[in-house]
């Protein structure tokens, strides 16, 4: 269901559900453990979290048992009840590592940037990750382990020994019968021994998980990657760095197509760049994507190889009175998102969140006002360059939702025809006012604020 002016949006109560990890108060805040982006698998069954170090974590979904049999009165039961996503840990793995570019003297962070889901198989997952400039696509696979509790000692008769002589290569001689079993043991290969001792409890399984790297992205981007988007016919994906835009396919990481170049001939008028990019989620010929001069372009990419006249140009015009030395910095879009059905475009700026449809471009169909309250305070917020910080958006599965973050540890959600405008305030205690956010198809919210990876904390809110 996407969202329309007359369809009224169910007044929601948001409980919090979940921290994920352990908090550890007397162990300091390192910078590598610091959460860069978050990321759930399109059903909700998966959350990827990457940090500053390199590292991505994964979470699985575990409250959802298939296996359980029950009467139809018990089934239909749980269909009514509400059910908070519970989520446990799965496994975790170095996705990048510090690197240095010798041509141009730069060390390369190993930070994740963006992380994306690929797409998820039973047991198998793909996942897209970033730093700021080599991408790389993951494949996590678990394997079935059987856990064997207790075994008893094996038997090592004459009888055992004499019945094995016939099936080993290379003793078909005869021996001494009091130096057969000193003579078998000899040379009997090690695979075709018994073992000798078994304890009653095997322990020390190791992780069922296994990560491995199947393609390498890189070379690419002379600046650094700000976002990167699945294409919805799962065999290409972009990423965007400041002035280009690259279309890749997932089985070639040595070439790739510049489809957007914004970068002039002369690097003093420039006067754009590119912030966001994203692909449309039904039809594969359609990119949007962002810039610091508030436009959000609408591209088809069967019209020319190199896209650079865009088939749709989305901008709201303020009035003249509004405007000011400050309005050119707030009015930069920093994210994008298209709504699930396609017809919809979700924006963000530093002020405000806005709604566009993408039958109409020239004003949007809502503006969900968040910074409104910091317009007097802009000059200050310049000097100390809060005015340049960058903010995400997502919205909820059924399209009626929306939510963005803000300063103190402020989540804002927005539920347009509810006849709430300045929406619903969360407030998450922490001593961190870097967060980011994803919402899962189940109406399920991620807030992630910055500590210890291994033992990091990720906040939950569901409806109730």
Not at 33 to 55: H, P, Q
Not at 130 to 158: F, G, Q, R
């Amino acid at each position: 269901m996407a969202y329309s002016d007359s369809a009224p949006s169910v007044p929601l109560r948001w409980n919090f559900s979940q921290v994920l990890g352990q908090q550890l108060p007397s162990e300091p805040l390192q910078n590598d453990d610091i959460i860069t982006t978050v990321a759930f698998e399109k059903r909700g069954d998966y959350l990827a979290v990457g940090d500053r170090g390199g590292r991505i974590v994964i979470f699985e979904r575990d409250d959802r048992n298939t296996n359980v049999s029950s009467n139809r009165r018990d089934l239909e039961q749980r269909d009514f009840a509400l059910r908070h996503p519970k989520f446990r840990y799965k496994t975790e793995f170095q996705s990048h590592e510090p690197e240095f570019d010798c041509l141009k003297s730069v060390e390369i962070e190993e930070k994740i940037n963006k992380v994306r889901w690929w797409m998820t198989h039973d047991n198998l997952q793909f996942i897209l990750s970033t730093n700021d400039k080599t991408i790389k696509l993951w494949k996590v696979k678990e394997y079935k382990v059987k856990h064997v509790k207790e075994m008893a000692p094996p038997l090592c008769s004459e009888n055992m020994l004499l019945a094995e002589r016939s099936f080993v290569p290379g003793l078909e001689t005869t021996s001494a019968a009091n130096g057969y079993r000193l003579e078998w043991i000899e040379k009997t290969p090690q695979n075709h021994l018994p073992p000798q001792d078994v304890d009653s409890e095997i322990g020390g399984i190791e992780n069922p998980f296994r990560s491995k790297c199947q393609k390498v992205y890189a070379s690419a981007h002379s600046f650094n990657i700000n976002s990167i988007s699945n294409n919805s016919d799962y065999e290409t994906f972009v990423s965007a760095d400041d002035l280009r835009i690259n279309l890749w396919n997932l089985e070639v990481s040595d070439q790739c197509f510049n489809i957007i170049d914004m970068k002039p001939s002369n690097m003093e008028d420039l006067t754009e760049v590119i912030t966001s990019a994203e692909f449309h989620p039904l039809h594969c010929n359609l990119l949007a994507y962002s810039s610091s001069q508030g436009l959000i372009r609408l591209s088809d990419l069967r019209h020319a190889a190199i896209c650079d006249h865009a088939s749709r140009i989305f901008q709201h015009r303020e009035s003249n009175g509004s405007k000011s030395f400050f309005t050119e910095i707030t009015s930069s879009i920093s994210d994008i998102k298209f709504l699930n059905d396609g017809q919809h475009l979700l924006s963000r700026n530093y002020m405000n969140m806005k709604l566009w449809d993408m039958r109409r471009e020239s004003s949007p169909v809502a503006i969900f006002k968040i910074h409104e309250h910091l317009r007097p305070k802009l000059r200050e917020l310049y000097n100390n360059d809060c005015i340049f910080d960058k903010f995400g958006c997502c919205f909820s599965g059924d399209g009626l939702h929306f939510a963005s973050g803000s300063y103190s540890n402020l989540l804002r959600i927005f539920s347009p025809g509810s006849g709430r405008e300045e929406g619903i305030k969360l407030e998450i205690r922490g001593n961190s006012d870097r967060y980011t956010f994803c919402w899962s198809y189940s109406l399920q919210f991620s807030w992630s604020l910055g500590s210890r990876l291994r033992c990091h904390r990720s906040y939950y809110w569901t409806r109730v």
